[in-house]
């Protein structure tokens, strides 16, 4: 029997990912070098004392349980992080874990939307944000991000009845996939246009710990007002490089946060017990590894976008991530030049239209290759390009 799937999953389809990693397939399979930047795994490993931490977790068997909730060492963690590195004061019932942001947004539409309602999202932006808001049938407003604005929302042009039946609004800087940071500015008129449209604000903050070039990565809850209208998610993910123990937190207004603590405890149970003593670890010991580590992604931009210009392909420099964000060669569209790039060079990137249609144009790259590889991969490409 061919049992077909629910009605809500016709919304989804595997995509642009699949078909490149079925392209990539092939040319390792054909013997082809392949070099990967189309995906965002750090390459760096996580430091010392967070390893140690979850290995003597390991050994303790009481660690090998249910874990029902966040424990009070996690919580307490998260309060003094908040504090010091962000000056954001929260408390302990404004936190709720989650097996990684991309669980957590998977899930919060579902916890706070009603079919309908309508949510503002950013094009281009991560997919995650959409699934999620279709998960929840909420109807999908995208919001532009375009060069001509720096890459930020501009909400003054989002239509009044839009923005009156506005559930929430996504917003994430430094941006994936753009690779832009914003001003404190733009988020303190948010704020103000929560307050005043009766919407609320979901912001990622997945990159703060890797933003170039002396800008400031902030939190979004530091800023006044912001618990009144919003939740941010913190990720250890990209800081500490424990992309696989999936460790995110939902901070900041408590009724948004308890939707989505009794969501989940329905169909699940909380992070590890040994995860959990990682993340303490993460929060409470050393950040020098942190600071170089960014330090070494700005090396990788720097090697990456200037070997490209002086190859004659005039590109922008991201102000964080572990991406850049780069308009095409004219001639190309973003799935053409991706293509014509792997088959000519081995090396993949990730057209900017699987962010939605305003990537169209773009390409994005991860960083996630050693500067002096980086210059490389820019020589690669700029001598396909010259011989165009």
């Not at 954001?88 to 309908?116: C, F, K």
């Not at 990720?235 to 900041?252: C, D, E, Q, V, W």
Request: glycine share 8%.
């Amino acid at each position: 029997m061919d049992y077909q799937p629910a009605d809500r999953l016709k919304k989804f389809s595997t995509g642009i990912f699949a078909e490149m990693d079925e392209k990539k397939d092939a040319l390792v399979a054909s013997g082809r070098e392949v070099i990967n930047l189309s995906i965002g795994t750090p390459d760096f490993k996580p430091p010392q004392h967070i390893m140690d931490a979850l290995a003597d977790a390991m050994r303790d068997p009481f660690n090998y349980r249910y874990s029902l909730t966040d424990t009070p060492e996690v919580l307490d963690a998260l309060v003094t992080y908040y504090r010091t590195r962000y000056g954001a004061e929260i408390s302990a019932d404004e936190i709720t874990g989650v097996h990684g942001t991309q669980e957590g947004m998977g899930h919060l539409g579902m916890a706070t939307v009603n079919p309908g309602e309508v949510v503002l999202l950013p094009d281009p932006g991560y997919p995650i944000y959409e699934a999620g808001a279709q998960l929840a049938d909420a109807n999908i407003y995208y919001y532009r991000l375009v060069k001509e604005n720096d890459f930020l929302p501009n909400i003054r042009e989002i239509p009044e009845n839009i923005l009156r039946v506005t559930r929430f609004i996504v917003l994430s800087y430094p941006s994936n996939p753009v690779g832009m940071s914003a001003p404190k500015e733009m988020y303190l008129e948010m704020i103000g246009m929560a307050k005043k449209y009766g919407f609320f604000i979901i912001n990622d903050n997945a990159y703060s710990d890797i933003i170039f070039d002396g800008k400031e990565g902030f939190s979004f809850l530091s800023l006044p007002e912001a618990k009144e209208v919003g939740v941010e998610f913190f990720s250890l993910s990209k800081s500490f490089n424990m992309t696989g123990l999936r460790a995110s937190y939902l901070i900041g207004n408590k009724s948004i946060v308890n939707s989505l603590k009794l969501l989940r405890s329905q169909y699940d149970f909380g992070i590890p017990y040994p995860t959990q003593k990682a993340v303490v670890a993460a929060l409470t010991g050393p950040m020098d590894d942190v600071y170089a580590q960014c330090t070494e992604y700005q090396r990788r931009r720097d090697a990456l976008c200037d070997g490209l210009r002086k190859a004659g392909w005039n590109v922008p420099k991201s102000d964080g991530t572990m991406f850049v964000w780069l308009p095409v060669p004219e001639g190309y569209t973003s799935v053409s030049f991706v293509e014509t790039l792997m088959e000519k060079t081995g090396i993949i990137g990730t057209p900017g239209t699987a962010f939605g249609p305003h990537g169209e144009g773009y390409v994005r790259f991860a960083l996630v290759r050693p500067a002096d590889e980086m210059a490389e991969i820019a020589d690669r490409i700029g001598d396909m390009l010259a011989e165009q």
